[in-house]
């Protein structure tokens, strides 16, 4: 058996893709904040992709920062490798493995953020780039504006200078390289937010103004937050992972990562000191992310979001088994054509059609292991909030997304329908529990949460149906419910 690492790359086997580059050489030109599979599986791979390609690449290594205490097994998984980590791509019915070298190296900042602070003060460093999920930006649902009452702000205002958040970290490193006469860097966004890089931007500026309104001027002058839209699915990694990469190769990787084939990174080209020129290796850049970023949240996210509250509570292990179930499946193209692909405006270069049949296609691919149980856990009702207000402000029906609602205040309850747990991540998750389980088969109590709900407490046209679902969800089950709704809505 072999132990990845650098010492041991010539002897892993051939049928594995090992850097044609000396990762020894990789040194440190990126910061990246939440180095979990998501970042793995896209950013680091195009950044090792151009290093195959361009020797001058090897400046821009990706420093892998974590700023939880959850990831805190990554890194220590990945310390004794070296930063190196095996990419399991899987199409249909076959597996290509990559051990990707860009990683420059890792840092518990959860345990050390001076430590993080100190890597982000480098020179070389000129990008800082982030998949920390919506609650690590510490903004209101509703607003997208950053929230002074959120605790994690309140306590970086009392401490700037030993921030524990994400923006507060960008922030005090953003000071203190305009106090020492250094050049801004760029902050990157790689979370699926829609306009990423505008949320970032706002709540980095409204930090910087509570602390200091001249450096917040500065800040906008001088760095760049640059919108992002990643498309890639990219499960957890499972001890199935591990043994299978060991049983087929012999290789022992303590956090490979397994993603679709199917790739897609859009960035938009503004950046305050350069950047990796990753458009020579399949990264598109352009002036505007906005029409693929809405594409992408109105049909692949809301998509999964909708079939993973319903197969949470049906009992589906995979996301291709909700898939395989006809009236998931069914529901899936009625939202998209019906409710969300409407809200959809022509996409550059791209057939919207075809784009949902492909989607279909891949969230039915069995080889890639995804879960309900993870896109409930790690995803946020905004997904699905987002379009349904839009076609509310159009006086259009929003019954098909009223199910997927309320399918996730159902799972928000904490329970499913065997008197199994569902983990719910979310910022607010012990509010929303105490209101799902006060409310039950009444939305009341949940809508009433602003931060999440905004005034949709109000809108008939979306708690009329809103409650007739989760009643029926309570009373009779996602089963019946579904079976009622295909009755009801013709799908």
């Known amino acids: 058996m072999i132990e990845l690492s650098r010492a041991t790359l010539r002897a892993v086997p051939p049928a594995v893709q090992t850097p044609s580059y000396d990762p020894a050489a990789v040194r440190a030109g990126i910061v ?10 896209h950013m680091a791979r195009y950044t090792h992709d151009l290093m195959e390609r361009r020797d001058d690449a090897l400046s821009w290594g990706i420093l892998g920062a974590g700023l939880m205490p959850t990831d805190r097994g990554i890194i220590e998984a990945l310390a004794p490798q070296d930063g190196l980590y095996t990419l399991l791509e899987r199409g249909d019915g076959d597996e290509r493995a990559t051990v990707i070298g860009s990683l420059a190296g890792l840092i518990d900042a959860a345990s050390s953020p001076a430590a993080l602070l100190r890597a982000m003060d480098a020179p070389a460093v000129r990008i800082v780039s982030l998949t920390v ?13 950053l929230d002074p009452q959120n605790p994690a702000i309140r306590a970086d205002l009392a401490a700037p200078q030993a921030p524990g958040s994400a ?3 960008i922030v005090e490193a953003l000071r203190r390289r305009r106090d020492a006469g250094a050049a801004a860097f760029t902050a990157m966004s790689c979370d699926n937010i829609q306009h990423n890089g505008r949320v970032l931007r ?54 490979p990562v397994p993603c679709e084939s199917f790739r897609q990174w859009v960035i938009e080209d503004r950046f305050a000191g350069g950047r990796p020129a990753w458009e020579e290796v399949g990264a598109q850049l352009v002036p505007d992310v906005g029409p693929y970023e809405f594409m992408k949240l109105r049909l692949l996210n809301a998509s999964h979001h909708t079939v993973a509250g319903l197969g949470r509570l049906l009992g589906h292990a995979h996301v291709s088994d909700c898939l395989a179930d006809a009236d998931l499946a069914a529901l899936m193209r009625a939202v998209m054509d019906r409710e969300t692909g409407p809200t959809v405006p022509p996409v550059p270069g791209v057939d919207l059609e075809a784009y949902k049949r492909s989607l279909v296609a891949r969230f039915a691919n069995p080889a890639i ?35 997927a609602v309320a ?40 809508l009433s949460v602003e931060a999440v709900f905004g005034d949709l407490g109000t809108q008939p046209a979306f708690v009329v149906p809103l409650q007739r679902w989760l009643n029926s969800l309570h009373m009779v089950g996602a089963r019946r419910t579904l079976a009622a709704a295909r009755e009801l809505l013709v799908f």
């Open 202 to 255: 706002d709540a980095v500026l409204a930090f910087a103004e509570m602390r200091d309104p001249a450096l917040a001027r500065w800040i906008s002058a001088e760095a760049a937050f640059p919108s992002t839209m990643v498309d890639r699915i990219t499960p957890g990694t499972t001890e199935e992972d591990r043994q299978g990469l060991a049983a087929r190769h012999g290789l022992r990787d303590r956090w």
């Open 32 to 41: 990246h904040v939440g180095p979990g599979n998501f970042h793995r599986a």
């Open 133 to 145: 999920t919506e609650n690590g930006y510490c903004v209101d649902r509703a607003t997208k504006q």
């Open 369 to 403: 292991r995804d879960t309900p149980a993870r896109i409930v856990a790690d995803g946020s009702p905004t997904i699905l909030l987002d379009p349904l207000r839009d076609r509310l402000r159009d006086g259009l029906p929003v019954d098909l997304l009223a199910l």
């Open 167 to 169: 923006i507060g970290l």
């Open 407 to 446: 399918a996730w205040m159902r799972c928000a309850a904490g329970e499913d329908e065997a008197g199994q747990p569902i983990l719910l991540r979310h910022a607010l998750a012990p509010l929303l529990r105490q209101r799902a389980l006060e409310g039950g088969p009444d939305p009341g109590p949940l």
